[in-house]
């Protein structure tokens, strides 16, 4: 990945989730409660912090890197699509893990939108990891901070350099079919509809083709 690239996408990474924080604040819920197998939780609140974890959960980060070093190992492509999964939850009321949840009695989740369907994966790579942390630290870590930090050492892991990523997201408890199909380019979108979807999010036409591939 050419460094240009790289740059590009960390800032526009950056510019996302502090775009969407404002929506994420206002919006705030509970933990999400079935994002991952057991039904515990994580949630730190919404403001975020680069230590967040620093006594609750030290080794999250590096029980992350390892779970996504392992996937991209198996599956080089793997690291493009941890970083699509992080770009799709965020479009949807902010970067709260709304599109890992499966559709239950109460709302229809995200997964089977338009944009969606049959073009993001990579969701095992991120239960697998949660499934670790919660091994090592209950109830602790959100699926949006994973979503968020995975996406960092995709980059990395493609040739990129690094950098500290804001933790303290929570977990989203709803997920909302009809946002995803508003607020996502879709395949199917012409140029002026993808550029008005990027910049209603304070993104430029120039972030839209980074992430876009």
């Not at 509970?30 to 039904?39: F, L």
């Not at 515990?40 to 996504?68: H, K, W």
């Not at 599109?99 to 939108?113: I, Q």
Request: contains cysteine; glycine residues 8%.
């Amino acid at each position: 990945m050419q460094m240009a690239a790289v740059t590009v996408i960390i800032v526009l990474i950056l510019t996302l989730e502090a775009s969407t924080t404002t929506l994420a604040a206002r919006n705030a819920l509970a933990e999400n409660k079935t994002c991952y197998g057991d039904g515990t939780g994580g949630s730190t609140g919404i403001s975020l912090s680069f230590d967040i974890y620093l006594m609750t959960c030290p080794q999250a980060e590096d029980i992350v890197r390892s779970g996504v070093e392992q996937a991209v190992a198996s599956d080089p492509r793997m690291a493009a699509s941890l970083l699509r999964l992080h770009f799709h939850d965020c479009f949807v009321n902010g970067c709260d893990g709304s599109l890992l949840l499966d559709d239950n009695a109460n709302f229809v989740g995200e997964k089977t939108a338009g944009p969606n369907l049959n073009s993001l994966r990579g969701f095992e790579v991120i239960d697998s990891i949660k499934s670790e942390l919660e091994e090592a630290c209950p109830q602790t870590v959100s699926c949006a901070d994973i979503l968020a930090i995975a996406a960092r050492d995709s980059v990395v892991l493609s040739g990129g350099p690094t950098w500290q990523v804001e933790t303290g997201r929570t977990d989203s408890r709803g997920a909302s079919l009809t946002k995803a199909n508003n607020n996502l380019p879709a395949p199917t979108s012409n140029v002026p509809t993808l550029i008005q979807k990027f910049q209603n999010l304070g993104l430029s036409a120039q972030d839209m083709v980074v992430l876009s591939g």
